[in-house]
């Protein structure tokens, strides 16, 4: 083991040298469903309407006056976080919008400002994104940080981010799992107890001898690229994924890119959105769950025009 602990840490830095890898066709855009699925974005409505109405919501003694219907307010702030925009904007299009999604009371914009704080809406939120959580087994894991401006550049203040978003995607960058959290690592630790897959490929920031355990304990076979110096040492899960390195270098390789899916959501889903603005953490995740399943609803759609 000695002598292969060796040649593995002579491996590892060769790993990132240009042209070591020789990488595969990536997956192309489908313009023309691309296409289809922009114009026809508007049948993310009638998505929105059903999931929300489909959830359930525990009873909860209240006293004074009644509170709004929390299903009217969660389909609110999924119209708003759709159309990407502020409460006082969005007030006049919600209210058009009303009948198409099944909004029964009249919201203006503090009432649907309000609504980021409420539990009962978080629950709701939380129930429509397992529904949105179709699954091809091929996922992949990353964390970036979070803005809160557009002048915020995280590769320039990642040292000053307070707050990440950690996720695993599958290959369709369909997200699967997400959190909040002032650290990647123990974030993921959690994230993989709500996953169900084949493989879960991380980067070096991930690699962690009971992460690893962990991950192949729950039925999926974990790709993390190592980091120089590592060696062999550990269970058996640990020496396995690591020996596939060793002596089947390029198919490992092959495999553990997949992990581009991860990178490519946290890009895109940054372009799409504006910063998190909401003033605490609560209403922060309230603003990401929507977000986050907008753009599942996004990319179910999109999916749908290659099948049909």
């Not at 919008?97 to 009249?106: D, E, M, P, R, W």
């Not at 940080?145 to 995280?154: A, D, L, S």
């Not at 709500?194 to 076979?221: H, N, P, Q, W, Y």
Request: aromatic share 10%; hydrophobic share 35%.
């Amino acid at each position: 083991m000695r002598v292969i602990n060796r040649a593995f840490r002579r491996l590892v830095p060769k790993l990132r040298e240009k042209g070591f890898y020789k990488s595969q066709e990536k997956r192309s855009i489908k313009w023309k469903n691309y296409n289809l699925s922009q114009i026809n974005e508007v049948k993310i409505l009638d998505k929105i309407t059903s999931l929300v109405d489909f959830s359930k919501l525990r009873e909860t003694k209240s006293f004074g006056r009644p509170l709004t219907n929390p299903k009217d307010l969660s389909k609110a702030i999924l119209v708003a976080e759709l159309l990407s925009l502020p409460e006082r904007q969005a007030q006049g299009w919600i209210n058009l919008l009303a009948s198409k999604v099944g909004i029964t009371s009249f919201l203006d914009d503090r009432t649907i400002g309000r609504a980021y704080n409420r539990l009962e809406v978080l629950q709701i939120l939380k129930q429509v994104f397992e529904q949105t959580k179709t699954c091809d087994g091929v996922l992949s894991g990353d964390g970036t940080g979070i803005e809160t401006t557009r002048k915020q550049n995280y590769e320039t203040e990642k040292k000053k981010t307070e707050n990440y978003l950690v996720s695993i995607v599958d290959s369709r960058e369909i997200v699967q799992a997400f959190e909040m959290n002032n650290k990647e690592c123990p974030a993921m630790h959690s994230l993989i107890l709500s996953v169900k897959g084949d493989i879960l490929c991380l980067d070096a920031g991930f690699v962690d001898r009971e992460l690893t355990k962990k991950i192949s304990e729950l039925g999926m076979k974990p790709f993390i690229f190592p980091k120089k110096n590592l060696n062999l040492n550990g269970s058996i899960y640990w020496k396995a994924m690591f020996l596939d390195l060793f002596y089947k270098t390029q198919e490992w390789l092959r495999i553990y890119h997949q992990r581009s899916h991860a990178e490519s959501f946290h890009s895109s889903f940054k372009r799409k959105n504006k910063p998190l603005m909401k003033f605490n953490s609560f209403s922060k995740l309230v603003q990401l769950t929507a977000r986050i399943i907008i753009h599942n609803l996004r990319k179910q759609n999109y999916y749908s025009k290659l099948k049909g």
